[in-house]
């Protein structure tokens, strides 16, 4: 029976999560003339996307904050709502930090030489190769699917180069793309993840690719937009509990509303769709995704200063550090007109762990040595500090997103990646096809299950 103090509410559709995925299914529906409620368990829109105003007056991104050129889903939203871009700042000799302490600057993508180099050149060009035979729409009919599957990267690597510099800087790789270790994840997740987006220097480059620019008034400007579109249909606060399908349709319960539709979108990522209870249980299938799937680690760490003192200097901020330190990337992240300078530091996997488990004093004077090694002694005294460590943040437990253990795809991918168990359909950007992983991924599974729903919403109405 449902508890006096809960209210009742009808709806045509109810959608779960208004991160990008959930709003831009919300959005769709919405704009189809059908009826629908979102419930957000969080007291904001935008999930992993989260901007902030610090009080020295600068906006930083805690979560998602690139936006790339072939993103064509969010620069669509991004257009349609006035939402302006600045490039990246990369100008400036970058620096790798390697694992001996050696500092080495450079112009350019990469550096040109050092230690494994070639070796790591040959192994990512295969990658790019053999991802080409990815089918990203059935990814099970990729041919050698099974074999890549059972192998993690780092089985894969160690059988192509013994070349432990190479093998380093592939690791970073790993760690910067999916926040994880070579060892736990499917070595086909990595080939259906580089092909998703296009490539791994589309991935992991900076102008005219993934990290080309960002959003002058934060990454989430699109979902407020979004949210304040689609009105009282938004309901914050309101973590579903339980979502119980019958043959009258999906009733989903969050301790004070009772939301019943006639389908649902859950646009959450797969390890937050294991804290639902779902009556009748999910199907086998999408219960093996679900412990097939655990979330990245990472943090996003942020120093703010009073100039961009590493400009003048011939610095461009951006580092890649091997070795102790906890922090693995360094990007500038100041704002547009530069009245601030801002490095932030990408901490991820197993570096996180160990990092995460410090003193908040140690955690702070690891961070801000590991940027005094890249941009001099002037780092060490910020005006502003600030960490954002997703693994311990609410419902997302981590980012960027959801990886595949080795056999995950093999044995519950064609029923349970995205797949809808019954009235319920699966968004999100670890059901995406294009830029798995990314916003624009995110926006492009919410239509995709929109047009689900539209399409079942329509069958019913003229069977046949
Ligand atoms: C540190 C970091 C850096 C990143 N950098 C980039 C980047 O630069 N560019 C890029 O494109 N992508 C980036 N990403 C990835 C990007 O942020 C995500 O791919 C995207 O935001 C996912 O959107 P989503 O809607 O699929 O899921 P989410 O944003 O996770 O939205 C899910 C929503 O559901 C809510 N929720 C969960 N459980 C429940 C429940 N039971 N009931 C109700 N609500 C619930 C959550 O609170 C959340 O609001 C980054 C992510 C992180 C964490």
Redesign the pocket.
């Known amino acids: 029976m449902t508890p006096p103090e809960t209210s009742a509410v009808d709806t045509e559709v109810v959608v779960?999560?208004?991160?990008?995925?959930?709003?831009s299914a919300a959005w769709r529906l919405a704009d189809a003339g059908i009826d629908v409620v979102v419930?957000?368990?969080?007291d904001?829109?935008?999930?992993?996307?989260l901007s902030q105003l610090r009080p020295s007056g600068v906006r930083v991104?805690?979560?998602?904050?690139?936006?790339?050129p072939s993103?064509r889903h969010?620069h669509a939203l991004a257009d349609r709502f006035g939402c302006r871009t600045f490039p990246t700042w990369e100008t400036g000799r970058h620096t790798e930090i390697r694992a001996d302490g050696t500092r080495v600057d450079y112009a350019g993508g990469a550096p040109d030489t050092g230690p494994g180099i070639a070796e790591y050149e040959r192994v990512t060009a295969l990658l790019d190769d053999l991802a080409r035979t990815v089918d990203l729409q059935q990814p099970w009919s990729t041919p050698k699917f099974a074999e890549f599957d059972a192998r993690s990267a780092e089985d894969f690597f160690r059988a192509q180069t013994d070349d432990e510099d190479a093998l380093q800087r592939l690791a970073l790789a790993i760690q910067g793309l999916w926040?994880a270790e070579p060892r736990e994840i499917s070595f086909f997740h990595v080939l259906f993840y580089l092909a998703s987006g296009g490539g791994y220097e589309q991935l992991m480059e900076t102008r005219g690719c993934?990290?080309d620019a960002r959003f002058c008034d934060g990454?989430d400007a699109v979902a407020h937009a979004l949210a304040t579109s689609l009105g009282g249909r938004v309901r914050l606060g309101?973590?579903?509990?339980s979502l119980r399908q019958s043959a009258h349709g999906v009733e989903a319960h969050?301790g004070r509303t009772l939301v019943r539709a006639r389908r649902a979108v859950v646009?959450?990522?797969p390890a937050?769709?294991g804290?639902?209870a779902f009556d009748p249980e999910l199907p086998a299938g999408r219960q093996g995704w679900i412990r097939h799937t655990p979330m990245?680690r990472?943090?996003?760490v942020h120093a703010v200063y009073e100039e961009p003192f590493w400009r003048p200097a011939g610095r461009s901020g951006i580092a890649t550090l091997y070795g102790d330190s906890p922090v693995g990337v360094v990007f500038d992240n100041s704002p547009e007109d530069a009245s601030h300078g801002v490095l932030v530091a990408?901490v991820y996997g197993d570096r996180l762990d160990r990092w995460s488990a410090r003193a908040d004093t140690e955690r702070r004077r690891a961070v801000l040595d590991a940027l005094s090694a890249v941009v001099g002694p002037r780092a060490a005294r910020p005006v502003d500090y600030v960490e954002?460590i997703?693994p311990r943040t609410?419902?997302?437990i981590?980012?960027?997103?959801c990886f595949v253990t080795p056999g995950g795809w093999t044995r519950h991918g064609r029923d349970g990646w995205r797949q809808p168990s019954g009235l319920v359909h699966w968004?999100?950007?670890?059901t995406a096809s294009v830029?798995n992983?990314?916003?624009?991924?995110?926006i492009s599974?919410?239509e995709r299950a929109a047009a689900e729903v539209i399409g079942a919403l329509a069958a019913v109405a003229h069977p046949g």
């Open positions: 779960v999560g208004a991160g990008y995925a959930g709003l419930l957000e368990a969080a904001r829109v935008g999930g992993r996307v991104d805690h979560g998602g904050q690139w936006i790339g993103q969010f926040c993934a990290q990454a309101e973590p579903v509990l969050t646009a959450v990522p937050a769709v804290h639902i990245g990472v943090a996003k990408f954002k997703w609410g419902r997302t981590g980012g960027y997103e968004a999100g950007t670890e830029w992983g990314y916003i624009d991924g995110a599974s919410g």
